[in-house]
């Protein structure tokens, strides 16, 4: 917040009484992060700002409110999200989150600058710069994520430069490909620099590393993992000076397996994420809000949990006046009348409330649409059913992807696959389904196939655009013309998701904002995703875990163990692609 000298003046004089202030929250239970400790106090405040916390009653102001039984903690802060997994916009994700007491996000843009370049950022800045929440900006590091796939953009150094004149802009984004770190490939190397020359943050991505490897990401200068899934794997990270972000997100759920890790004596070093949340649950569950419920419940002392979500949000990411309720302090106040529940009353936002027992007090402001750049981005060749055969040439002996639901990594196996008149042919009995990503930005005509096991799908295709990093075309199905049709879909609607069995469409969200976002409303939008899972169902009747966002890291490779691109299959431990048959 910038301040004119009158307005830091007027802060100065009313936090020791000598100028009235403009408001007072009385009587409330405030939460001191620092001190893991509730205070009855009044909240004081000025130009938006905490100028004092007073438990004497000794101050005045132009305006006041009761708070009396109700807890007031700092407004939470989710240290990593991709606000493109979201599938609304940034301006349309703070109204969804601001009502459950989320202040301020740390977002990496990566999804839409895998498609759009720097335009992608840029319109993810723009957007944000009206919201009343705070969204603050890690630069993508990884576009594309590894050399092995195709995107819609390569940034360099020379790309990001820019951005870091921007007041909104932290620093440089999780820092995904381990291989180029780790050997000091000089693409890397010059973004990292860049960074560290700017004094500004560097965030990781450790997906499996080993303590050795966590070395040589802290040698580079690396700070943050949000990608441990075990206790031991987030104590070695905090060990070695990192901090450490426990995600519970959509498809990869590690607070109650990280939550053993945390300890009074290192606890300053940990904060939470979401990563990747889909708006239905955002809406139903909240973010920042619902881990604090999920760590209390496991046996968090609430003010723990509190301060993961608050100050050491904020520290770790320098942000040095958010995150507490304290002279100097920006005015961002939660306000709760039962902490077990951990359900928001109201919300204020630099002094002014902004929300209200769930909904926003400010009513949807209507965008200009963006430009063709960002909304006409799905460009697939001419596809025919034959594009979806996997030839194979010994006995059915195959690599086959094993997912694992809820979570981003998948198993490598070796299995059996039926074969007929020499081409892989699916079984849903056996849950041996077949994939394809298929590249979508500059109609190369690359197609990768692979063998998916554990979906469960019964019968029909799904697909989408949200494909992380490159948000190419994927599609999974048990009928190669059910695949076919749900890709051309994706084509005609530019972007989103579809489900399509015996050569209908079932059920489809369109997301023509690169392929990742609608512009539509968060109300309107989750009607939709409701429709789209109750399509699933038909499907795949025993569904019990998030098939589509499961689906979406499928071709992300750089988290183990076996990924696919649309330049084919990738086994992610070795760095390399592998043929599907087997030996």
């Known amino acids: 917040m910038s301040l004119t000298k009158e307005q830091l003046q007027k802060q100065i004089l009313a936090s020791q009484r000598k100028q009235r202030a403009d408001f007072i929250l009385r009587n409330a239970q405030v939460a001191d992060v620092f001190s893991l400790r509730w205070i009855r106090a009044d909240i004081i405040i000025t130009n938006g700002v905490i100028v004092a916390v007073d438990e004497h009653g000794l101050f005045e102001a132009a305006q006041e409110e009761d708070a009396t039984g109700q807890f007031v903690i700092p407004g939470l802060i989710d240290g990593h999200i991709h606000i493109e997994s979201s599938l609304v916009t940034p301006s349309e994700f703070s109204r969804v989150m601001l009502p459950h007491g989320v202040t301020a996000v740390i977002t990496d843009p990566h999804e839409i600058a895998n498609v759009a370049g720097a335009e992608g950022i840029q319109f993810m800045i723009d957007d944000a710069a009206s919201c009343e929440m705070d969204i603050f900006v890690m630069l993508p590091s990884s576009v594309p994520a590894t050399p092995f796939e195709h995107a819609g953009a390569v940034l360099r150094a020379s790309d990001l430069q820019p951005f870091l004149a921007n007041e909104s802009v932290l620093g440089l984004a999780e820092v995904m490909d381990f291989p180029s770190v780790l050997n000091a490939e000089s693409e890397i190397i010059d973004k990292l620099l860049m960074a560290r020359e700017a004094n500004v943050m560097i965030d990781g991505h450790c997906a499996g590393l080993n303590s050795d490897q966590i070395r040589g990401y802290r040698a580079a200068g690396i700070h943050t993992d949000h990608e441990c899934v075990t206790a031991e794997e987030a ?349």
Not at 482 to 503: K, S, T, W, Y
């Open 235 to 583: 104590l070695d990270r905090v060990s070695q000076g990192m901090h450490v972000l426990i995600r519970e997100g959509s498809a990869a759920k590690n607070l109650r397996a990280l939550l053993p890790a945390v300890t009074p004596q290192n606890a300053r070093r940990f904060l939470f994420c979401t990563d990747d949340k889909h708006l239905d649950e955002l809406l139903e569950e909240g973010s920042i809000d619902y881990a604090i419920r999920l760590a209390i419940q496991d046996g968090m002392e609430p003010l723990q949990a509190i301060q993961l979500a608050t100050i050491n949000a904020a520290e770790c990411y320098r942000l040095d006046n958010r995150g507490a309720i304290a002279p100097g302090f920006v005015a961002d106040l939660v306000l709760i009348d039962d902490i077990a529940s951990f359900r928001a009353q109201s919300v204020w936002k630099n002094g002014v409330k902004v929300a209200e027992n769930g909904q926003m007090l400010s009513l949807r402001d209507e965008k200009s649409p963006p430009s063709s750049r960002i909304t006409k981005t799905v460009h697939l060749p001419e596809l025919t059913v034959d594009d979806f055969a996997i030839p194979f040439t010994n006995e059915g002996l195959a690599h086959v992807m094993e997912i694992i639901p809820n979570q981003l990594m998948t198993y490598k196996k070796v299995l059996q696959v039926p074969v007929e008149s020499g081409f892989f042919k699916q079984d849903s009995q056996q849950d041996l389904l077949k994939l394809a990503v298929i590249e979508r930005h500059n109609r190369l005509g690359t197609i990768g196939l692979g063998i998916v096991n554990g979906f469960g799908l019964r019968r029909g295709a799904v697909a989408t655009t949200v494909a992380h990093d490159s948000h190419n075309v994927i599609v999974l199905g048990v009928s190669d013309e059910d695949m076919l049709i749900a890709a051309e879909e994706l084509h005609r609607m530019q972007g989103g998701f579809v489900i399509v069995n015996e050569g209908k469409v079932l059920a489809s969200l369109a997301l023509p904002i690169a392929g990742l976002m609608t512009d539509r409303p968060a109300v309107e939008t989750t009607a939709n995703l409701h429709k789209l899972h109750s399509a699933l169902h038909e499907l795949h009747p025993d569904l019990d875990f998030h098939l589509f966002l499961t689906l979406s890291f499928l071709s992300l490779p750089v988290i183990p163990e076996l990924k696919l691109t649309d330049t084919g299959l990738f086994d992610v431990n070795e760095f390399r692609h592998i043929s599907i048959q087997a030996d």
